[in-house]
């Protein structure tokens, strides 16, 4: 089984995408930019590989216009070298990459502009995939549509777009059941016909059940049987409903217990789970170090190294907590350590809790800093104090120090990166 995550990274540095006004989407700007997203993609890819996450989705927005127009030039070739180096990666970490079209790729639409422009689109994601050197395993995952007044005609006019699609396309595809308008036995019954996967969607399903009903480990089973071996595990989506928002707006960070509800019920316990959450990497390590079969305390002490003093900063009591449940080396309190994490970040920051946090943040450097660096952090947080500053002033300062005197340690912290 492989947990993963969705097309950005928390807490890592150099991780952030760029994007491209249409105006100004010049060659060398298009290429500037291309070239500034894949090395941040290879940052992702390197964290995934050492904190062994296995799925990975690829944001649609790598290429700024790439099934466009108005992106003329031959971008897997000029950025061959870093497409290979990336792929290469990935293969040998064997780590599973797919790709997520948006709301725009709509296969089913009567307008035939339309069509077109989504055919150019999963082309696009297709040879994408490709020039990393992703075989079919690595998927393209798509919504229905619309429905357009008539569901079943706009079901059939999808299989009839479907069918104009390339080979290589038609592979890669495989579709999701949404919160709206197609429910998973639709999908299921299209996919079938189509001879394609089924992606199951357990929060979709929540809003949008079929009339027949059945829960997750029914529709799951179902699902499966649509997936051939060329095709690789079985893959699914997994989120949780935020409090108070939109029905199917995703939660903030993946609560455990219900979590760890639904993965007891899984029918295959090899199955790949694509998390949608918005805190992305942190709930998947969270899942992943929940379910693991190799618990070591030391997975959980390597979480606290990175979490420690966002903590500190929302609540000493339950940073002191967390020290005291650490411990027991012979115990893996996973359960318990990430419930006190989920309970700290449910408080807002205080003054003089932020301010105790920042002077340990401070201590890295205090024997190393400058004269003058040691009045300009007095003054950010002397400003702070009495309200003529902010705390993110404060930290600005603090991560360029640890970014000046190379502190490894703190640039992986957490508390520079979470709000």
Avoid at 124 to 143: E, F, Q
Wanted: net charge neutral; glycine share 6%.
């Amino acid at each position: 089984m492989s947990i993963g995550y969705a097309c950005l990274n928390i807490g890592t540095p150099n991780t952030k995408m760029r994007s491209v006004m249409q105006r100004n989407a010049t060659a060398e700007k298009l290429t500037e930019v291309t070239a500034h997203n894949l090395v941040a993609l290879e940052w992702m890819i390197d964290y995934n590989r050492e904190n062994d996450i296995k799925l990975f989705r690829i944001s649609s927005d790598l290429i700024p216009f790439g099934s466009s127009p108005v992106n003329k030039l031959d971008w897997t070739e000029i950025h061959k070298d870093a497409f290979d180096r990336i792929g290469v990666k990935i293969r040998k970490s064997g780590i599973r990459v797919s790709m997520h079209p948006g709301q725009y790729t709509v296969l089913n639409s009567p307008t035939e502009d339309v069509v077109d422009r989504a055919i150019a689109d999963l082309i696009y994601h297709d040879r994408l995939l490709s020039a990393l050197g992703a075989d079919r395993t690595n998927k393209i995952v798509l919504h229905v549509g619309g429905i357009y007044g008539d569901k079943e005609a706009a079901l059939q006019r999808f299989e009839e777009n479907f069918r104009r699609l390339p080979e290589t396309v038609q592979n890669r595809l495989i579709i999701e059941n949404d919160d709206r308008l197609y429910h998973i036995e639709d999908i299921l019954g299209l996919a079938a016909r189509l001879q394609i996967p089924a992606v199951y969607d357990n929060l979709h399903h929540a809003i949008n059940p079929p009339p027949s009903g059945g829960d997750d480990q029914y529709w799951i089973a179902a699902a499966a049987k649509t997936c051939s071996p060329h095709d690789g595990n079985q893959k699914i989506h997994y989120s949780q409903q935020a409090p108070g928002k939109r029905p199917g707006a995703h939660s903030d960070t993946i609560q455990l217990e219900p979590f760890m509800a639904f993965h007891a019920q899984l029918p295959d316990q090899q199955i790949d789970i694509m998390l949608e959450v918005k805190d992305k990497n942190l709930s998947a390590i969270k899942c992943q170090n929940a379910t693991t079969t190799t618990s070591r305390m030391g997975l959980l002490e390597k979480e606290w190294g990175r979490y420690k003093y966002a903590i500190l900063e929302r609540s000493p009591a339950i940073y002191q907590a967390i020290r005291t449940l650490l411990k027991d080396k012979e115990a893996y309190p996973v359960l318990e350590f990430y419930c006190l994490i989920d309970t700290a970040f449910a408080e807002e920051i205080r003054p003089g809790y932020a301010e105790n946090a920042a002077a340990h943040v401070w201590g890295y450097f205090k024997k190393h800093a400058t004269d003058a660096e040691r009045r300009q952090y007095e003054k950010n947080l002397a400003n702070y104090r009495n309200g003529t500053g902010t705390l993110a002033t404060v930290k600005r300062q603090l991560f360029k120090l640890a970014e000046k005197y190379e502190t490894e340690y703190l640039l992986q912290s957490l508390y520079f990166y979470l709000d």
